[in-house]
């Protein structure tokens, strides 16, 4: 979640804590509403690229997303975490990807 809270189906463990992701968002009009796009990606093993992670329904802190009287807004973003679900398991190491921040105002 944005407030870095995590929860877990039955039969999931995290061996590491999540942690939210924190963006500092400068140089906009002061006291704008903006708007938060962020798209649905793939995390995929470094070790073994069969072993995959899907993010998905980016949330996301404030909401709404409105800037401060400085022009700056700190925004925090979570992100639900989706396994493949067939049971297998998975490898222990880091994984790889890439997602958009979008923001438009």
Not at 2 to 26: K, M, N, R, W
Not at 73 to 88: D, I, K, P, V
Request: aromatic share 12%; charged share 15%.
């Amino acid at each position: 979640s944005p407030a870095g809270v995590e929860s877990y189906p039955p039969l999931v463990f995290s061996f590491d804590p999540g942690v939210q992701g924190i963006f500092q968002l400068t140089d906009f009009e002061p006291d704008t509403e903006l708007m938060i796009t962020v798209a649905d990606t793939t995390l995929v093993s470094v070790a073994d690229p069969l072993d995959f992670f899907d993010l998905v329904s980016f949330t996301f802190s404030p909401e709404p997303a409105v800037t401060n009287g400085a022009g700056n807004l700190t925004l925090m973003l979570g992100a639900t975490l989706r396994t493949s679900g067939n049971g297998t398991l998975y490898s222990d190491g880091a994984y790889s990807g890439d997602f958009t921040l979008e923001v438009s105002y």
